[in-house]
Structure formats: structure tokens, C-alpha cells
């Protein structure tokens, strides 16, 4: 009998070791490295040689081709379609990932049921929960009465077992994959082992089942998905639900879809009764913004094909000694130092004897470069005392020099400000290289600018204005 040997595996890539590191030299991770234990067995992958007539020659065939478009199965939840690019694809695999509590078993409830209500047969394995608290779940969202099957299991044998006689399955939700266990591998549950054959053991019978299959999984304490990365690679789509628990919207983003588009997000609203679909999130980030208060600024972004209309807000509090203090929330700290550097070098503003605090209204994290501006729009404002513009957006790049660079699909930008009603835009200057003309909406003007020294000229001239137009003057 062969004797079991260990390896030892990185959690985040994947990467193999003879012995434990504490630091991972593949990835930089550190605490990553666990062990595993891995049978020795004859073959192809322990550099042994291949039986003699078990091996077949694999077809190729020409790049040139066509192929129909994927047939889709609505979920019925618009919001969660528009992420998946239009639908679940049969054969598919999707992983589903978020924080504890953000509502992940919420939305695949409320989608299972509406799958299931539309004639097709929905299988929820739950690992986590008993069947009674799945029950419970649905009677509080309203879906006691769904066609949709319940078990609840641990076992991959089992689950394979019966999802091998399921061949008229539309959709089968694992939740979730952290609890699934093979008793061929000598190991706990959640282990990297342990998810790594699972999860390749339901996507292939997925393939083969002709079912699509969604997968949830846990994440670590910095918000990455748990478990080695090679699950990422071997799904079709993964999908980030985020949130802050002290707001009600839940925005559900695709990080990697080969089915569509990424960066698709979708925002949800959570409720006593379930999560609701939010069809105009711009309307919604926007419900509470006062006009009148410096400090703040609306940017018009983009995500994926959405665009997004948020409230940037800024607030400068003196720090007379020590080194200033620079809070951020929804957007990236390294890139508002950045920024800030930029105002005092470029354009003389004086921000190294007060502490920044920037903040994304909403919940929303902002990536997308083309924030530069509104960002920038909304420290000019805080540091002049001087109100922006409320019925203006912002939108474009900030370089190192100060120059404000143009940025993808500004015409779609400025659509979504004209339908909520804005009457302006501040936006880059067009350069003559060739560029198509921009459409801007008729009734919206455009403020075109070149430099940040622009904008700091713009706000500081209305702060000007307003002192001699004053009772002092």
C-alpha cells in the first residue's frame, strides 16, 4: 500500500511547496501556504506513462466557423440578468461570493424560486442550513409556495449521486462549497483540497448535465473569495455581492463572465421582505444630496455598461500639528494622495495642514479613474468653503501635471445626467486628434477643461464674487 505523502499549497495561487512558508514567493500573500495530503498514485500526473490503448486521438477543427448565441434561462430578477449578461447559460458555472450576512442566500432563493415557478426544475442543496431554516427563509421572503426542491447534504458523493439522475435540472445552487466534503480526500471541509475537488467535480457534471450550476463561497477577512484561486479559473463567471451593512443597498458586481460583459453591477435594496431590484440607482444615490453644501460633487461614472450618477463628498477639518490624517470610503486612498499631491504642487492649493475625509454617498466603491475630477471638484469646494454647481456633474482624468484626460463613453454619461435632470457638465477639452464630435443631450452645457488649474480658478473666482457681493463689501 502506497504511503500518503503532504504538500504544501498556497491558498490564493495555487502555488506548490516541499515544506510550510509563511510567505507565499509566488503571490507576496502572507499565511497562505497550507498543507495538504495527496495519495501517490501510478499515472500521467506522478510521471508514469500512459496505459497502452487507454489514450485517443483529440479532433481539431478550423478557426473559421459560426456558432448560435447560448440559449439563457431569465432569472426573473432583472438586475441579477444584467450581471449574468442576459441570463444563466445551461452548462454554466457561476460562483457567488460576499461577506457573511450581505444576503447571498437571499438573492438565489428569490432567482431558484422564479426559475422554479416558470415550469423549469430548480435543485438547492444547502450544506450550511436545514431544510426548516431554508422553509423559514422562504416564508419571510414570500416563496413558501415555489416549486423549487430542498436538500440538504454535505456529502459529494451523495449530491453527485442524485444530480446524475437530474438530467431535466435547470439549475442546481450549492450552498455552499466551503461545506462540501469528499471522503477520498483526507481532509476538513473548506480545505483547499477539498474545494479544489469539489468544485471541479460539480462543474463537471454540470457540463455533462447540461444544468447550470451556481456556487457560493466565502471570503476572507480583505474581501477576496476563499479557497484556492484555481476555483476562479475554472467557473464561467464570477460574481461579488458587496455592501455595507449600515446601508440598505447591496451591489451585485461581475468580476469575470465569459458569457458577457464584467464590471456589470447591479443594485439591489434590502428589505424586510427580501431583497428589491433598484431599476434607476442613480435616482436612488441621489435621493438625499443637498445642493447648497460645499464639499460635495456629482460624479457620473460607469459600471460596465450602466451609467451611475453618485455623490462624491469631501470634508477638510484643521490639523494644526502631526502628520495629516486622509480617510476614505468607496474609492481608493493611494489615488487621493495622489490627487491631493497634485492640488498643492500643480495648482497651489494648501491641504498639508488638514486632515481629509472623502466619502462615496451610498455605499458604492468607485474604481474607475475617470472619478479624478468630481473627486477633485469636490476637495476645491471643501478647501474654498464654496458650494459646486448642484445641478453640474464631473467627470475625467487627473494626470500627474495636472492635465485632465478624456475618458470612455462620455456620451452615455451625459444621457444619464440630462434624464435626471442636470444642466451642465464638466467634463475634458476636446482635443483635435482625430476624435469623433461629442453629441452632448440639447438643454445640457458643457464646461470643457484643460487643466486642474481651471477648476481651482472656477471655484475660487465664485468664492471672490461672493465676498465683495457681501454685506461687508
Given at each position: 500500500m502506497a504511503k500518503a505523502t503532504t504538500r504544501f499549497v498556497c491558498s490564493a495561487c495555487g502555488a506548490v511547496y516541499p515544506k510550510w512558508e509563511g510567505r507565499c514567493e509566488a503571490c507576496g500573500e502572507w499565511n497562505t501556504v497550507v498543507e495538504e495530503a495527496i495519495p501517490l498514485a501510478p499515472g500521467i500526473a506522478h510521471g508514469g506513462k500512459a496505459k497502452a490503448g487507454g489514450t485517443r486521438r483529440i479532433p481539431f477543427v478550423a478557426l473559421a466557423g459560426s456558432a448560435e448565441p447560448p440559449p439563457r434561462t431569465p432569472s426573473g430578477i432583472v438586475e441579477l440578468d444584467r450581471v449574468l449578461g442576459g441570463g444563466l447559460v445551461p452548462s454554466s458555472a457561476v460562483l457567488l461570493g460576499g461577506d457573511p450576512g450581505i444576503g447571498k442566500s437571499t438573492l438565489l432563493l428569490q432567482a431558484a424560486a422564479?426559475?422554479?415557478?416558470?415550469?423549469?426544475?430548480?435543485?438547492?442543496?444547502?450544506?450550511?442550513?436545514?431544510?426548516?431554516?431554508?422553509?423559514?427563509?422562504?416564508?419571510?421572503?414570500?416563496?413558501?409556495?415555489?416549486?423549487?426542491?430542498?436538500?440538504?447534504?454535505?456529502?459529494?458523493?451523495?449530491?453527485?449521486?442524485?444530480?446524475?439522475?437530474?438530467?431535466?435540472?435547470?439549475l442546481v445552487v450549492i450552498d455552499s462549497i466551503q461545506t462540501?466534503?469528499?471522503?477520498?480526500?483526507?481532509?476538513?471541509p473548506g480545505t483547499v483540497s477539498q474545494v479544489r475537488a469539489c468544485g471541479f467535480e460539480l462543474i463537471r457534471l454540470a457540463k455533462a448535465g447540461r444544468f447550470a450550476v451556481?456556487?457560493?463561497?466565502?471570503?476572507?477577512?480583505?474581501?477576496?473569495?476563499?479557497?484556492?484561486?484555481?476555483?476562479?479559473?475554472?467557473?464561467?463567471?464570477?460574481?461579488?455581492?458587496?455592501?455595507?451593512?449600515?446601508?440598505?443597498?447591496?451591489?451585485?458586481?461581475?468580476?469575470?463572465?465569459?458569457?458577457?460583459?464584467?464590471?456589470?453591477?447591479?443594485?439591489?435594496?434590502m428589505t424586510e421582505t427580501g431583497l428589491a431590484e433598484v431599476p434607476n440607482p442613480s435616482a436612488l444615490f441621489l435621493a438625499e444630496r443637498r445642493g447648497n453644501v460645499s464639499g460635495s460633487a456629482v460624479f457620473a461614472g460607469l459600471e460596465g455598461t450602466r451609467p451611475v450618477l453618485v455623490e462624491v463628498q469631501c470634508l477638510l477639518s484643521p490639523n494644526p500639528g502631526g502628520a495629516p490624517r486622509r480617510s476614505v470610503i468607496g474609492w481608493d486612498s493611494g489615488r487621493l494622495s495622489m490627487l491631493l499631491a497634485v492640488l498643492e504642487t500643480r495648482c497651489g492649493l494648501k491641504l498639508n495642514a488638514?486632515?481629509?475625509?472623502?466619502?462615496?454617498?451610498?455605499?458604492?466603491?468607485?474604481?474607475?479613474?475617470?472619478?479624478?475630477?468630481?473627486?477633485?471638484?469636490?476637495?476645491?469646494?471643501?478647501?474654498?468653503?464654496?458650494?459646486?454647481?448642484?445641478?453640474?456633474?464631473?467627470?475625467g482624468e487627473v494626470g500627474l501635471s495636472g492635465e485632465v484626460r478624456q475618458v470612455a463613453q462620455a456620451e452615455s454619461r451625459l444621457k444619464e445626467a440630462q434624464k435626471l435632470g442636470f444642466a451642465a457638465a464638466c467634463l475634458p477639452r476636446r482635443v483635435a486628434r482625430g476624435n469623433r464630435p461629442l453629441f452632448a443631450p440639447e438643454g445640457l452645457a458643457l464646461h470643457e477643461i484643460g487643466?486642474?488649474?481651471?477648476?481651482?480658478?472656477?471655484?475660487a473666482g465664485k468664492r471672490s464674487a461672493g465676498k465683495e457681493g457681501g454685506p461687508d463689501a
Amino acid at each position: 500500500m502506497a504511503k500518503a505523502t503532504t504538500r504544501f499549497v498556497c491558498s490564493a495561487c495555487g502555488a506548490v511547496y516541499p515544506k510550510w512558508e509563511g510567505r507565499c514567493e509566488a503571490c507576496g500573500e502572507w499565511n497562505t501556504v497550507v498543507e495538504e495530503a495527496i495519495p501517490l498514485a501510478p499515472g500521467i500526473a506522478h510521471g508514469g506513462k500512459a496505459k497502452a490503448g487507454g489514450t485517443r486521438r483529440i479532433p481539431f477543427v478550423a478557426l473559421a466557423g459560426s456558432a448560435e448565441p447560448p440559449p439563457r434561462t431569465p432569472s426573473g430578477i432583472v438586475e441579477l440578468d444584467r450581471v449574468l449578461g442576459g441570463g444563466l447559460v445551461p452548462s454554466s458555472a457561476v460562483l457567488l461570493g460576499g461577506d457573511p450576512g450581505i444576503g447571498k442566500s437571499t438573492l438565489l432563493l428569490q432567482a431558484a424560486a422564479k426559475i422554479a415557478d416558470s415550469g423549469r426544475r430548480v435543485l438547492y442543496i444547502s450544506g450550511e442550513e436545514s431544510i426548516e431554516q431554508v422553509r423559514l427563509r422562504a416564508r419571510r421572503l414570500g416563496v413558501a409556495d415555489s416549486r423549487l426542491e430542498l436538500a440538504a447534504a454535505i456529502n459529494l458523493r451523495d449530491i453527485v449521486a442524485s444530480l446524475e439522475g437530474a438530467s431535466d435540472a435547470a439549475l442546481v445552487v450549492i450552498d455552499s462549497i466551503q461545506t462540501m466534503w469528499l471522503d477520498t480526500i483526507e481532509s476538513a471541509p473548506g480545505t483547499v483540497s477539498q474545494v479544489r475537488a469539489c468544485g471541479f467535480e460539480l462543474i463537471r457534471l454540470a457540463k455533462a448535465g447540461r444544468f447550470a450550476v451556481v456556487l457560493v463561497g466565502h471570503v476572507t477577512k480583505d474581501g477576496s473569495l476563499a479557497g484556492p484561486r484555481v476555483l476562479e479559473h475554472m467557473v464561467d463567471a464570477v460574481l461579488h455581492f458587496e455592501g455595507d451593512r449600515g446601508h440598505q443597498f447591496r451591489i451585485l458586481r461581475g468580476v469575470k463572465n465569459r458569457f458577457g460583459p464584467t464590471d456589470e453591477i447591479g443594485v439591489f435594496e434590502m428589505t424586510e421582505t427580501g431583497l428589491a431590484e433598484v431599476p434607476n440607482p442613480s435616482a436612488l444615490f441621489l435621493a438625499e444630496r443637498r445642493g447648497n453644501v460645499s464639499g460635495s460633487a456629482v460624479f457620473a461614472g460607469l459600471e460596465g455598461t450602466r451609467p451611475v450618477l453618485v455623490e462624491v463628498q469631501c470634508l477638510l477639518s484643521p490639523n494644526p500639528g502631526g502628520a495629516p490624517r486622509r480617510s476614505v470610503i468607496g474609492w481608493d486612498s493611494g489615488r487621493l494622495s495622489m490627487l491631493l499631491a497634485v492640488l498643492e504642487t500643480r495648482c497651489g492649493l494648501k491641504l498639508n495642514a488638514s486632515d481629509v475625509y472623502l466619502n462615496i454617498a451610498g455605499g458604492l466603491r468607485i474604481g474607475e479613474p475617470a472619478a479624478d475630477l468630481a473627486v477633485a471638484a469636490a476637495v476645491v469646494s471643501a478647501a474654498a468653503d464654496v458650494p459646486t454647481d448642484p445641478a453640474m456633474v464631473f467627470f475625467g482624468e487627473v494626470g500627474l501635471s495636472g492635465e485632465v484626460r478624456q475618458v470612455a463613453q462620455a456620451e452615455s454619461r451625459l444621457k444619464e445626467a440630462q434624464k435626471l435632470g442636470f444642466a451642465a457638465a464638466c467634463l475634458p477639452r476636446r482635443v483635435a486628434r482625430g476624435n469623433r464630435p461629442l453629441f452632448a443631450p440639447e438643454g445640457l452645457a458643457l464646461h470643457e477643461i484643460g487643466h486642474l488649474g481651471d477648476l481651482v480658478a472656477r471655484l475660487a473666482g465664485k468664492r471672490s464674487a461672493g465676498k465683495e457681493g457681501g454685506p461687508d463689501a
